[in-house]
């Protein structure tokens, strides 16, 4: 079965400071990853994504991500914090045995101090 | 585009009550979905429907849980009788099938308290 791990509940990180948000995932073939943004009270937002072709996916935001299939990880990376990044991450995965259906990670809070 | 949009935003019950969260997908996508997020548990799908057909069902957690899709443009999540382990905030998504391509799209959400 397909499943994403997001090892970290917390993240803290310096304004101006690279960022990392961690997420490995464990697929049957070839992965379609997803990282998504929630802010304090609002609904999911979706930041990226990678399908298929070059390993490193620009997202909204500045934030990228880096697709390594030999560790099987797709990490969030962002190469300056902001404060206004602080918020809570989720790492998915599309299950491949139902068409459209995202399997989340549990979430990391991203916390950037001033 | 006005995005997912969900009504009440926030809804406070008492335990028994009926309550029915409310939901209206981007216009033209095909896909519906229901989560809910708690501290606990994190975020759960529910229920997702394709074409306002329910798929995939299993994540309904009893019995007291029911959601339907009438048309393209609406879908209601009811929970009857709610209970105060009911309490959580629930999301709709929508997306449209465009070959790989499976963003979703999620609405602000509805904060539902049970006491």
């Known amino acids: 079965a397909q499943s994403v791990a997001q090892p970290e509940d917390q993240v803290n990180v310096a304004e101006g400071n690279p960022l990392t948000v961690k997420c490995t995932y464990s697929?049957?073939?070839?992965?379609?990853l997803f990282w998504y943004v929630q802010y304090p009270n609002r609904g999911l937002q979706f930041l990226l994504k990678?399908?298929?072709?070059?390993?490193l996916v620009k997202g909204s935001y500045g934030f990228e991500a880096e697709f390594n299939k030999s560790q099987t990880s797709f990490h969030l990376k962002k190469p300056s914090a902001l404060v206004s990044d602080s918020a809570l991450y989720f790492c998915?995965?599309?299950?491949?045995?139902?068409?459209?259906?995202?399997?989340f990670g549990t979430g990391t809070l991203l916390a950037v101090q001033p | 585009d006005a995005g997912v949009i969900q009504s009440p935003r926030h809804e406070v019950t008492e335990m028994g009550q009926e309550v029915t969260l409310r939901c209206k997908p981007i216009?033209?996508?095909?896909?519906l979905f229901w989560y809910r997020q708690t501290m606990m548990r994190g975020l759960e799908l529910l229920i997702y429907?394709?074409?306002?057909?329910?798929?995939?069902d299993s994540g309904m957690p009893e019995d007291r849980f029911s959601a339907k899709m009438p048309n393209a443009s609406f879908s209601t999540l009811k929970i009857q009788p709610s209970e105060p382990r009911d309490s959580a905030v629930y999301f709709c998504?929508?997306?449209?099938?465009?070959?790989?391509?499976?963003?979703?799209?999620f609405g602000p959400g509805t904060r539902l308290t049970v006491l």
């Open positions: 697929v049957s073939g070839n992965p379609y």
């Open positions: 998504a929508s997306t449209r099938w465009v070959g790989s391509t499976d963003t979703q799209y």
């Open positions: 990678y399908i298929t072709g070059d390993n």
């Open positions: 216009s033209g996508h095909d896909y």
């Open positions: 429907f394709n074409n306002n057909v329910p798929i995939d």
């Open positions: 998915a995965v599309r299950d491949r045995g139902a068409t459209n259906k995202l399997i």
